[in-house]
């Protein structure tokens, strides 16, 4: 398997565009994760998803982000309009109920001007 | 707020010598932990766990331990190699799917 696989690598936008970020997880992993590391709050967990369902978004800072999985290979984080706020680097994990620790993505280091 | 904290941000050992990176945690609910290790320009990858039934577990030259008592948790790496070089990151969960995480400890072990 070729692991979680996230889109693009790396994205460098101006401050107000849309900001689409893609994440496909491992084949028959039915839980999905998006986390954003930070300095000061290390790896910070946006959203969950349960076989395509959100569970917990709590995490999602504003309205300005949001998440879709469409189906069990393939989810996308959206933010609009971005900020230079949200520079970050974005980490998607999927794993198999979850219990047992997750696996990640190489991530997307996002800058926003 | 930070359910697991992480105070130490850096920690720089000898080639050779031990090193310990250290977790607290403030939810007594936590009962499954998790050391995973990050290089730059990639994600993190898990290391090595532990079920709140034990309080040591160890793998290799990576040993962690568990004190529930004081809600506290440690990685050792004995010995330390270049390699070993990264950012660290604990993890705990209180069932379910959800891992909170640390902010991580940055390792240099100098050769």
């Known amino acids: 398997d070729a692991g979680v696989i996230q889109s693009p690598r790396h994205e460098v936008t101006e401050m107000g565009q849309e900001v689409t970020l893609r994440c496909k997880p491992i084949?028959?992993?039915?839980?999905l994760f998006w986390y954003r590391q930070t300095m000061m709050r290390g790896l910070e967990l946006l959203i969950y998803f349960n076989n395509n369902v959100p569970i917990d978004d709590s995490g999602m800072p504003e309205d300005r982000f949001s998440a879709k999985m469409p189906n069990a290979s393939f989810s996308t984080l959206k933010i609009q309009p971005s900020e230079p706020r949200d520079s970050a680097v974005y980490f998607c994990a999927s794993s198999y109920q979850g219990r047992y620790g997750y696996t990640f993505g190489s991530g997307t280091r996002l800058t926003v001007v | 707020d930070q359910q697991v904290k992480q105070n130490s941000p850096s920690l720089s050992v000898q080639e050779g010598r031990i090193s310990i990176l250290n977790c607290d945690y403030t939810?007594?609910?936590?009962?499954?932990f998790l050391w995973y290790k990050k290089y730059p320009a990639e994600g993190p990858t898990f290391l090595i766990s532990i079920s709140s039934i034990k309080d040591k577990n160890e793998d290799g030259r990576f040993t962690v331990f568990l004190n529930k008592s004081a809600k506290h948790l440690s990685l050792h790496i004995v010995p330390s190699q270049p390699g070993d070089s990264a950012v660290y990151f604990c993890?705990?969960?209180?069932?379910?799917?959800?891992?909170?995480f640390g902010t991580g400890t940055s390792l240099t072990v100098i050769p």
């Open positions: 993890a705990a969960s209180a069932g379910g799917n959800q891992f909170y």
């Open positions: 084949s028959g992993h039915n839980s």
């Open positions: 939810n007594s609910m936590f009962d499954y």
